[in-house]
Nanobody, 122 residues
């Protein structure tokens, strides 16, 4: 069992930056690839980014490539999502998830956090 807790969300203006954190507890954090997903009102949950167990490989959705950076610190059991040049369309609840590999489908992740709200005003 892995427990995930996101933090760092908030209300920002377009063009601002924000860093989300996801702290993990329970089973060995480094055993899991970690992903970030987001869900806007009335929309399905969508993939944002994923990082491999060691942190050596990352993959991003086209919509965030070049603006978002995923990273992890296995010593701190934490995964981060650094977001720059935020746009109103980035507004969503952001979730971190733990899974077996570099996957982009939410159904392939085993554990989820409760989410943190990010709101970007224009």
């Amino acid at each position: 069992q892995v427990q995930l807790v996101e933090s760092g969300g908030g209300l920002v203006q377009a063009g601002d930056s924000l860093t989300l954190s996801c702290a993990a507890s329970g089973r060995t954090f480094s055993s899991y690839a970690m992903g970030w997903f987001r869900q806007a009102p009335g929309k399905e949950r969508e993939f944002v980014a994923v990082i491999s167990r060691s942190g050596g490989m990352t993959y991003y959705a086209d919509s965030v490539k070049g603006r978002f950076t995923i990273s992890r610190d296995n010593a701190k059991n934490t995964v981060y999502l650094r977001m720059i040049s935020l746009k109103p369309e980035d507004t969503a609840v952001y979730y971190c998830a733990a899974g077996p590999g570099l996957r982009t489908s939410a159904s392939q992740y085993d554990y989820w956090g409760q989410g943190t709200q990010v709101t970007v005003s224009s």
